[in-house]
């Protein structure tokens, strides 16, 4: 899919369809009154009988409207003018994507407000675009084109392209299974994302992360015919002295809960837990296509978590490539296990910060629920600078604390720490407590995304699946560095 600017007018395009973007309390300005009077007073007449009223993601269709040469007309509403933000434009550009995308479209044209262009240009790029890659008759059909008119701000239309390829390079990654994505493949992808953003990457295979001695992450691995595989990739746009930015992404390309074996009803979604390590890459492509003048850093543990007579077993003490010693008595505990080496890389590599992301635990979604991502720091003005950036994106995070208290509970008898809480109150923070042991003096801000990295069933602007959430957070909080 391309993005091009266009002066184009709504009675001169000839396109497949266009999208028009209207506030509930200014219906008649810009694009709409042109639109009105081209029509007759459609639009007029529509408000009137309250068919549109332009409340934030309403979509209408029309069709054959009078004076307008594109056969469909989709308006979208964009709620009100001095609540609109960079989440209702990305999401109302992506309703309308979404709802066109039912048939097969070949260009697109937008008519946006000038105001937050880069978040609509990426909404209107990842609407279109679903999780039906193995279905033979799709769901939804990618536009080809899409026209962005009504800002001058040409820099702000082609970033919004860069964010829009980058969220549906992770939401691609997230909804191929597991069949297509594990280590190796994964590995494969980084490396051609590489390549192709003038980034460079090391891929470490078993036999160096043996050497390497990363005893937490292989323990999990082992269980599988998947070999496992760490990658780093590093964005250098700063000055050659200074310290990089850590990213940090779990990527558990299935995690079956190993011996401690998830049921079904859990199991069946587990191709998603990689979804740290997917935002991690979606975000560094970004990086480096901005140009942005920081040193950045990615660095993505990717493992299988399976059973075999191999497996890791309840009990096992593992030996951190930090050196600490873990008790494990959980396997489905893995993710912290994989982190745990993953960020003593990024300790070694001279981080001046680090924030990962990973679907961690089941926890978090019982304290916040499906939309909300957990948000756990060792420094708080660190974290801060990440939750403002959320919150101008749009990407919806909560900070949960930290206190010394949940740090007890992972404490082990045998060993220095133990994979687990006591039972299951906290598990979220428990979790964060444990990679905290791993991080040494580095500020470092943990993202539990296992809510909002994947959507059960579709939302009115996107399909299911993989989402793109935090990819947008991670750029943003780079940005604002530069
Ligand atoms: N990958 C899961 C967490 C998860 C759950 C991700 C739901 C996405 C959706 C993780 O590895 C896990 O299984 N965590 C356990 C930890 C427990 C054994 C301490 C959990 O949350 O139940
Ligand atoms: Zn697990
Ligand atoms: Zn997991």
Known sequence: ???????????????????????????????????????????????????????????????????????????????????????????????????????????????FPSECTEAAVCGAMLGSVGQDLYRAERNLHPFETVHWVGTDANSDVSSGEIFGNSLNLTRELINRPACDIYPESLANRASSLADQCGLEVEVWDRARLENEKCGSLLAVSRGSAREPRLVILEHKGGPDDQPPIALVGKGVTFD???????????????????????????????????????????????????????????????????????????????????LADVLNVAVERGASHIIDLATLTGACLVALGKQVAGVMTNDESFCDELLAAASRVGDDAWQLPMFDDYGEQIKSKVADIKNVGEGRWGGAITAAKFLEEFVDETPWVHIDIAGPSFLDSAKPWIDGGGTGAFVRTLVEVVRRRA
Do not use: H, W
């Open 1 to 111: 899919m391309q993005v091009i600017c266009s002066k184009e007018s709504l009675s001169s395009i000839s396109v497949s369809a266009i999208v028009i973007g209207l506030f509930e309390d200014t219906p008649f300005d810009g694009f709409a009154a042109e639109f009105d009077s081209l029509t007759g007073g459609m639009l007029t007449r529509l408000v009137e009988c309250e068919e549109f009223k332009g409340t934030a993601l309403q979509t209408v269709t029309l069709y054959a409207a009078p004076g307008i040469p594109a056969m469909c007309t989709q308006l979208v509403g964009l709620g009100k003018r001095d609540e609109f933000n960079e989440k209702t434009a990305l999401r109302a550009a992506s309703a309308a994507a979404k709802t066109l995308g039912e048939k097969e479209r070949k260009d697109v044209a937008f008519f």
């Open 256 to 338: 079956s809960g190993g011996l401690s074996l998830k049921p079904s009803e859990s199991m069946k979604e587990m191709k998603c837990d990689m979804g740290g390590a997917a935002t991690v890459l979606g975000a560094i492509q970004a990086i480096a296509q901005l140009n942005l003048p920081v040193n950045v850093i990615a660095l993505v543990g990717l493992v299988e978590n399976m059973v075999s007579g191999d497996s890791y077993k309840l009990g096992d003490v593992l030996t951190a490539r930090s050196g600490k010693t873990i008790e494990v008595l959980n396997t489905d505990a893995e993710g912290r296990l994989v």
